[in-house]
């Protein structure tokens, strides 16, 4: 039938329309879910963790929804209650702490410090004269008593993305083989390739919270230890603050702990401060060449470089989600790239025979 005629031309007119009208309503339903985004990334997150779990209820209760049911509850009780207390505890703790090195400040315990190493003493005008730092610790312990309330408290939004979380998490795990048919259907890849596509996302969700989270918790953990081991102020706080830095490539938790041990030594803590750069530098440092490997493995398959990107990339670009959603859509971007590529020498093969 020639491309000429008019039912043929009826025809691609109408398959350019359908697609437009494709392209249009996929644009559109990006937009209603963006609000959504958070809920939805942390939900298939905890759904990719806990399917092992889940699957072992589900072949001890045979109902679907009474399994999906018991799974959430039980994952509520495993992250949610520890991290709410966790947060309250948190920043109560960091207000404390402020108020406590505003205190010290005005007492000027600081300048008695610079006193004692005249060396140093050069440093501690310049930040004086650069920065009001009673002012600064008041404002600091003011922010954090009222980030305090709010975290006790809650805001309506944080409570619905969290509720939101949960009640998707319900629906990822019961239906998780029928969404996981869906999504071999509509793919335009091969079945093998869907499938490396769905194991390349599973192990980048394990890699980025058991590699990633897990590792700095517990050099977190650990370093906190040592700092309430020893007495410093606001151990919890500092543990915290060396896990998030721990989380970031290139940074760590040495950030805080070396610091803290120059103002032992600055103190006269001699003894304190060798525990804290023994403790921190092989310890803290080394557990995370003993977890990575045996938690993870190779399964981000990134370099430091685009991980570093992905992470912080992805925390500017969509907020919390991103620290998930960057390493993701590196990982699947390269891979959908091998894909392509895999094809493209297999078409130029054929074009040469």
């Given amino acids: 039938m020639s491309a000429d005629n008019p039912r043929v031309r009826r025809s691609q007119v109408g398959t350019l329309v359908l697609a437009a009208a494709a392209i249009v ?67 109560e703790e960091a207000a404390s702490g402020a108020a406590s090195i505003r205190t010290r400040v005005a007492d000027g315990e600081l300048q ?30 003011t922010w954090l008593s009222n980030a305090g309330a709010t975290f006790v408290k809650g805001s309506v ?5 969290v509720l939101l979380t949960f009640y ?3 629906y990822f795990l019961r239906d998780r083989k029928a969404v996981a048919r869906l999504l071999h259907d509509w793919m335009p890849l091969e079945s093998a390739d869907t499938e490396r ?36 102020p606001t151990p919890l706080l500092w543990g915290v603050v060396m896990s998030l830095l721990s989380v970031v490539p290139v940074l760590g938790s040495f950030l805080v702990w070396i610091p803290a041990a120059i103002l ?18 092989i310890v803290v440092g080394g557990i995370d060449n003993v977890l990575r490997p045996m938690l993870v493995g190779n399964q981000l398959r990134l370099h430091t470089i685009p991980a570093f990107i992905s992470m912080i990339g992805g ?29 493209d020498k297999i078409s130029n093969r054929q074009q040469q025979e």
Avoid at 264 to 281: E, F, N, P, R, V
Avoid at 324 to 338: D, F, H, S, Y
């Fill in 197 to 232: 596509l769905f194991q390349r996302v599973f192990d980048t969700v394990h890699a980025t919270v058991y590699g990633t989270l897990a590792v700095a918790a517990v050099q977190g953990s650990l370093g906190g230890l040592m700092f309430w081991i020893l007495g410093l």
């Fill in 157 to 161: 939004l944080q409570v619905a993305e």
């Fill in 112 to 141: 008695l410090l610079l006193d004692a190493h005249p060396g140093i003493a050069p440093i501690g005008k310049w930040i004086e004269q650069q920065i009001d730092l009673p002012s600064m610790m008041a404002s600091l312990a």
């Fill in 264 to 281: 032992l030594l600055l103190d006269g803590d001699w003894g304190k401060a060798l525990i804290l750069s023994g403790w921190g530098g």
């Fill in 315 to 343: 925390l500017a670009l969509f907020g919390a989600p991103g620290f998930i959603l960057g390493p993701l859509a590196v990982t699947v971007t390269l891979l959908l790239i091998e894909v392509w590529a895999a094809r």
């Fill in 25 to 91: 309503g996929i644009v559109v339903c990006v937009l209603l879910t963006e609000p959504f985004l958070g809920a939805i990334t942390w939900a298939l997150a905890l759904a990719i963790l806990f399917i092992p779990f889940h699957s072992w209820i589900e072949t001890k209760l045979k109902l679907p929804n009474l399994a999906a049911m018991v799974s959430v509850l039980t994952i509520v009780l495993l992250v949610v209650v520890p991290a709410a207390f966790l947060l309250e505890r948190l920043v």
């Fill in 168 to 170: 998707m998490l319900f």
